[in-house]
Structures are given as structure tokens and as C-alpha cells.
């Protein structure tokens, strides 16, 4: 069976990366997260997004939310341990724009770590590509 | 298929274990084919499915399921499958269209094994001649993912149409007339055929296909995670989940034809669209004091634009 290509996917050089295909970055107020563009694309069509509450405590690599793509509800995981203190209200109207900016507009949640260095044990943008390479020759 | 998934024939069970046996299961991370039907009806809505989809006024019990789609009617004239393997299963699809095509190709095999023209729609309904015989829905619990589905030995679309909340009377006849002609059943084709006939074919079919073999239930084992499924399920908080906009969303009576209503001041216009083909196959307009008036394809064709014209 022939296989695809890993670079079908965005991987943004600037994000650390959860395997459960969901991206960080470091901000004033937190880790901004959101879901990779592997994640929109295997989903198809994103109808409808469940989002945590800000204030909610999160674990990470616990579900925080989940979304639904063709009949098909996918789990929204947490990168990092810590309290949601911000989540896109317009991911939540218009559940699409994971599939259109899932990197800048599809922004999910602003989780406010509980620990410092929380990021260190996630992925960076190379191993993420790895990972991809390994998995699209399954594909 | 590494490690096949035991076989359990419940067959015939009450309507709230139909839905705990797939959600426990997979809670427990436990692979499994089951196969069951409820003993009495009830409605299931999807996941993110706003509450007031479901019609109370139609006296049915209802519950809330972890995987998606919309609102169904179920009844002891359908046969379910529950499909729960395992998110890590060595060579596993890496996407629903995957573990769709994966969980339904027995159900797929045993259909045509009765020498009908069986295919799977996706993303998930299973059609005959084109006319929808299963409905089916999935998504990952926990570790595990799970895909379930009904096929219908009989249906009736008025007793469906009776559960939905629509926006207007009129709707639920052409609702119900509208699934009338897009669905089909096996008893349709055979009217002899039994739901413990079609709980063995599947049975076969899933052996056949993967290897799995039948085991006994282990009813004492699973109890206490069937028990927690149940509370689960009907908590109030989760099972009364609304949703902004509710009431004139897009109402599936296939994949790929839906019945759209919008609201104008010249009346209540409601559709029945193919999106495959981006058509409106029919519609109507509903005005006060005056008969519904059934609309020629091209006068509607503003219904097909994302905004309702």
C-alpha cells in the first residue's frame, strides 16, 4: 500500500507538542494549547467542540473536552497539569475552525501550569515530525 | 487481526443495559463484539446533541451516550452490534473513517451473505439498494474505541418521527415520510427473518472476518461497571445538556439527506436536501390559514446556501 507523506501536515517549528497530536506555546497567562493539523485532518469535518470550564482543574493527559467529526467524538486531551483559565468561545460557536487555523484561531484553552518547566517533558517540533513519519507509513 | 474480540450473545436485554454493555466495557478496557437488542423502546441522543432535540411529550425513556450522531429511536426490532477494541491495537487504523470500515465490514459481509447489495455509506450508515438498513456511531472512551449500530428488522418512522422535537406539525409527517422512503429493513426483504437470526449471521460473520469465537457473558464481572455506565448516562447534568441554537438545525434522515427548516416571514420553509448532490429534492412552505405548498427544486434552491437564503 503506498504510503503519505508526514509533510501533508503543518508542524510549526515554534510549538511543543503532546503525542495525543495536541500543540503548546508559553504565554504571559499560561500554556495556550490547541490540537495539531494532523488531528483536523483526520477527523474531517468538525461539527461540534466540548470545552472545559475556566477554573476547571485539568490532569495532563486526562480528557478536558471532546469533539465530534462525522458521528465520531474524539477526546480533547490536557498537555500540561494545571487550572483552564481561558478557552475560545469561538472554537466553541464555529467548531470548523479547528479544520481552518487549528494553530491560531482554533486556539482551544489557556491552562495555567501548577508546576514550573511543565513543558519540558512534551515533545518539540522535530520528534513530532518523527513521530508523523512513523505513523504515515502505516497510513 | 491480532487477538480476536470474544463474541457475547445477550440478545434481548432491558433498554438501559443496550446502552451501559458498550460504555462499561470500554471503561473497563475490555475488547468485545456484543450483540443485543433492547426489550423495550427508548431514544438515545448523541453525545453533543442539544436535550431539547428529544420529544418528552412522547412519554419514551431517554439517555445520553458517549459516541455521536444524532437522536434515535431504538426499539426490540432492531439488532445492535457494539464493537470495543482497543485505541492500541497493534496495526489499528489511525482515523474514524478507518475504524469505521474496520468494525462495519462484517456487518457489511453478513448482508451481502444474504445476497443483497450492501455498502457502507460513510461515515456511517450501511445502505441496501441504496436505502439505509443500519445506523452506527462511534468514537474513543478512555482507551478504547468503540463503534455501535443497529440493524433494523422493522421500523417505523412515524414512532421515530413521534421522539424528534421539530419546529412545526407539519414537519414530523414529512419527516416520517421522508425516512419511509430513504430507509429499508431486513424484514422488508424477509419477512420470516428473526432478530435471534440475525444476532447469529452477525455472529458468523464477525468469526469469519476476525476469527472471534463466542463466549458466556460474564455478567457477575461486569456489574459494577455497568451499574456506573447507567448513573453515568442519565445524570441529569449530562443528559440535560442544551445547546445554543437548538430547534432548526439540519434533521438527518440519511447520510446525505436532511431535512432543513428555516424560518421567513412568508412562512415556515422546510427542505429535504441532498447534500451529496447539493439539491433540494423537495420542499414546502407552511402559511398561516393556507394548505402547505409543496415548492418546485429550483424556487428553493436559496434553501441550499449555509445562511437559509
Known amino acids: 500500500m503506498a504510503t503519505q507523506p508526514a509533510s501533508r501536515w503543518q508542524v510549526r517549528d515554534d510549538f511543543s507538542y503532546h503525542p495525543r497530536h495536541h500543540w503548546c506555546r508559553e504565554q504571559a497567562d499560561g500554556v495556550l494549547m490547541g490540537v495539531t493539523d494532523y488531528t483536523q485532518e483526520r477527523a474531517g469535518d468538525i461539527l461540534y467542540v466540548s470545552l472545559p470550564v475556566p477554573g476547571e482543574t485539568v490532569r495532563a493527559g486526562e480528557p478536558m473536552g471532546s469533539i465530534e467529526s462525522g458521528k465520531w467524538v474524539g477526546q480533547l486531551y490536557a498537555p500540561v497539569s494545571g487550572v483552564v483559565v481561558a478557552v475560545n468561545e469561538r472554537v466553541a460557536a464555529d467548531p470548523r475552525l479547528l479544520n481552518r487555523d487549528p494553530y491560531e484561531a482554533g486556539w482551544i484553552a489557556v491552562i495555567r501550569p501548577d508546576a514550573a518547566g511543565s513543558l519540558d517533558a512534551l515533545w518539540d517540533a522535530d520528534r513530532y515530525r518523527a513521530a508523523l513519519e512513523e505513523m504515515a507509513e502505516d497510513l | ?309
Open chain 2, 1 to 309: 487481526m491480532n487477538a480476536p474480540p470474544p463474541i457475547y450473545l445477550a440478545g434481548g436485554v432491558d433498554w438501559m443495559t443496550t446502552q451501559t454493555l458498550y460504555h462499561g466495557l470500554a471503561e473497563r478496557g475490555e475488547e468485545a463484539v456484543v450483540l443485543c437488542w433492547p426489550t423495550s423502546p427508548y431514544v438515545s441522543l448523541g453525545c453533543h446533541e442539544p436535550y431539547e432535540d428529544f420529544r418528552s411529550g412522547s412519554g419514551l425513556a431517554v439517555m445520553r451516550r458517549q459516541v455521536g450522531g444524532s437522536l434515535v429511536y431504538l426499539d426490540q426490532r432492531q439488532v445492535f452490534y457494539h464493537v470495543i477494541l482497543s485505541l492500541a491495537r497493534p496495526g489499528g487504523p489511525r482515523s474514524p473513517e478507518g475504524w469505521y470500515r474496520l468494525a462495519l465490514g462484517p456487518v457489511v459481509h453478513y448482508l451481502r451473505d444474504l445476497g443483497w447489495q450492501a455498502e457502507l455509506r460513510l461515515p456511517a450508515d450501511i445502505l441496501v439498494d441504496g436505502l439505509k438498513i443500519s445506523g452506527n456511531a462511534g468514537g474513543q472512551l478512555g482507551e478504547s474505541i468503540v463503534v455501535v449500530g443497529n440493524l433494523l428488522l422493522d421500523f417505523s418512522p412515524q414512532e421515530m418521527a413521534e421522539a424528534r422535537a421539530l419546529p412545526h406539525p407539519a414537519m414530523r409527517s414529512l419527516f416520517a415520510e421522508s425516512m419511509g422512503r430513504h430507509l429499508t429493513t431486513l424484514r422488508a426483504r424477509r419477512p420470516d427473518i428473526s432478530g435471534q437470526e440475525v444476532m447469529r449471521g452477525l455472529a458468523a460473520a464477525f468469526r469469519e472476518d476476525w476469527g472471534s469465537k463466542t463466549a458466556p457473558i460474564p455478567w457477575s464481572r461486569w456489574r459494577e461497571a455497568l451499574a456506573q455506565a447507567a448513573r453515568k448516562l442519565t445524570d441529569p447534568e449530562w443528559l440535560l445538556a442544551t445547546r445554543a441554537g437548538a430547534g432548526l438545525g439540519p434533521v438527518k434522515v440519511r447520510e446525505g439527506v436532511y431535512l432543513q427548516a428555516v424560518r421567513r416571514p412568508d412562512g415556515l420553509w422546510i427542505a429535504e436536501i441532498d447534500t451529496g448532490r447539493s439539491a433540494v429534492l423537495r420542499a414546502w412552505r407552511t402559511t398561516p390559514g393556507l394548505s402547505e405548498v409543496l415548492v418546485d427544486d429550483e424556487k428553493a434552491a436559496w434553501l441550499l446556501t449555509p445562511a437559509g437564503g
